[in-house]
Nanobody
Framework: QVQLVESGGGLVQAGGSLRLSCAAS????????MGWFRQAPGKEREFVAA????????YYVDSVKGRFTNSRDAAKNTVYLETNSLKTENTAVYYC?????????????????????WGQGTQVTVSS
């Protein structure tokens, strides 16, 4: 059974940082891309970042470039989203997702319907 389990969310002041984790299990993800999405209150879920599990494929939404980093620890089967210089508008539930790289590559990484597996989400709240 494939599982993606996020953790690391919490309450932080504007300008602060959090490291979100996504522990993956249940299959090998070498041919997968790992995406991060978020859903703010009253808004639709949106793409944040994506990376290939074992490739150099990397994408970020423009609003987080230079502030968020999507990394991976292969030994722990875990991907991370390092979030720095957080802003109040970054308040949301953050989800990790896994989708076959062959499906989400080519600028389709923003399409959440192409991701097969999803975590339960972790809440990030940024206060002013």
């Amino acid at each position: 059974q494939v599982q993606l389990v996020e953790s690391g969310g919490g309450l932080v002041q504007a300008g602060g940082s959090l490291r979100l984790s996504c522990a993956a299990s249940g299959r090998t993800f070498n041919s997968y891309a790992m995406g991060w999405f978020r859903q703010a209150p009253g808004k639709e879920r949106e793409f944040v970042a994506a990376r290939g599990w074992s490739t150099s494929y990397r994408y970020y939404v423009d609003s987080v470039k230079g502030r968020f980093t999507n990394s991976r620890d292969a030994a722990k089967n875990t991907v991370y989203l390092e979030t720095n210089s957080l802003k109040t508008e970054n308040t949301a539930v953050y989800y990790c997702a896994a989708g076959r790289l062959s499906r989400v590559a080519g600028n389709r990484h923003r399409l959440e319907n192409l991701y097969e597996y999803w975590g339960q989400g972790t809440q990030v709240t940024v206060s002013s």
